[in-house]
């Protein structure tokens, strides 16, 4: 699972009113390489989360990210770089996404996360 | 890519070895799939450097080949775990990066327009009565550029006033009608294959 999918994912549960950002907890993680899109990073930058994401890249120890963004930086090739490769390049293969409100723990195995809820939780 | 040559790739995909029938679980042919991401790519622009999400992916064959297409980043959802891993295996074979989630359309949480793109073959609704319909509005609500769908043409009036009125779409299109060859999967179907008419529609949500 990569970070822009983290990005866009909340908890559903019933009840929960605020399930976004799902807290990560990485327990294994893979680097790919990617090649870079100016044109897609610009597009999708203001669409991003960048609370969540950062903090998300931290949890698997990647903390070059700054803790806010604005367009303008957009620009700078190293922003770009640096958000390129948290966005796109960081594969989360094993461990959980936690819901911040209920504590609900959805497990990551092999880099796929189950998000199915139980009978009591829809 | 030629189209000739993404049919070909999607034809060597490993398919569904246990079908379901209660997640009605057949594959979009290579014939159809390719040429519905060719449209969605070569009409609209809705595939390359796109963020595009496939809907009970099954074992990958949507987005696989939104992907091939060049797709920056692909998600696929579907309820069924076995499914899934077949469809790792399909990406990982063609050397795609693509994302999986295991998740009930249904209880999907995600933040709206989040996609630009949803490819699907949702299930018709003949096992779970409006499941096609509920896919339907989640994919409006998550996509911020299109949906692009089949869905059974004896159904056409319907999908496009619950896609207009329900849902609140800008537009609901046929782009063209085919035949799905329903293979037979399973033992309630007595003939060997069932040749249905099935629409390619667009959606703008
Ligand atoms: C007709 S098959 C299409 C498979 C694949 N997309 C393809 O085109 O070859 C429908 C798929 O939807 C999945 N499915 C059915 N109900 C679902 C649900 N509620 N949530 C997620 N996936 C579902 C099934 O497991 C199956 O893989």
């Keep these: ?87 796109l390049e960081l594969h989360v293969e094993e461990g959980a996404l936690v819901c911040p409100e209920t504590g609900r723990r959805f497990p990551i195995n092999k880099g796929i996360p189950n998000m199915l809820l139980h009978e009591d939780e829809v | 890519m030629k ?11 490993q398919q569904f070895s246990n079908p379901k029938v209660e997640l009605e679980q057949y594959p979009t042919g290579p014939h159809i799939a390719s ?11 809705g595939i390359s450097g796109k963020v595009v999400a496939d809907f009970g992916c099954g074992c990958g064959t949507l987005g696989i080949a939104s992907a091939l297409l060049g797709a920056e ?19 990982a074979d063609l050397e795609l990066d693509i994302d999986f989630i295991w998740c009930d359309i249904k209880n ?17 609704g003949t096992r779970k009565k409006g499941s096609d319909m509920e896919f339907l509005s989640i994919a409006l609500k998550v996509a911020s550029g299109a949906v692009y769908s089949l869905h059974k043409t004896t159904t056409r009036d319907h999908i496009k006033r619950t896609a207009l009125r329900d849902c609140s779409a800008k537009s609901a299109e046929v ?14 179907h007595k003939k060997k294959e069932v040749d249905i008419a099935v629409d390619l529609w667009r959606f703008v949500p």
């Excluded at chain 1, 989360?49 to 950062?54: P, Q, S």
């Excluded at chain 2, 996609?115 to 699907?120: D, E, R, S």
């Design chain 1, 1 to 87: 699972m990569r970070l822009l999918t983290h990005n866009m994912l909340s908890c559903n549960i019933k009840g929960v009113s605020n399930g976004f950002p799902l807290r990560l907890e990485a327990e294994k993680w893979v680097e790919k390489e990617v090649e870079l899109n100016a044109d897609f990073l610009r597009g999708i930058f203001p669409k991003i989360e960048w609370k969540a994401l950062a903090g998300a890249a931290r949890a698997i120890g990647y903390d070059q990210l700054p803790d806010e963004a604005d367009a303008s930086m957009l620009d700078s090739d190293d922003f770009l770089r640096r958000f390129h490769h948290a966005l």
């Design chain 2, 73 to 91: 980043h692909v998600i696929g959802i579907d309820v069924d775990s076995q499914s899934l891993e077949i469809a790792s295996k399909n990406a």
């Design chain 2, 108 to 124: 999907l949480g995600w933040r709206d327009q989040s996609v630009n793109t949803v490819v699907m073959n949702p299930p018709f």
């Design chain 2, 35 to 45: 040429r519905l991401l060719y449209m969605a790519e070569n009409t609209f622009g």
């Design chain 2, 3 to 13: 189209l000739k040559q993404l049919e070909g790739l999607l034809g060597s995909l």
């Design chain 2, 175 to 188: 782009l063209c009608e085919l035949r799905f060859d329903v293979p037979q999967l399973y033992k309630f």
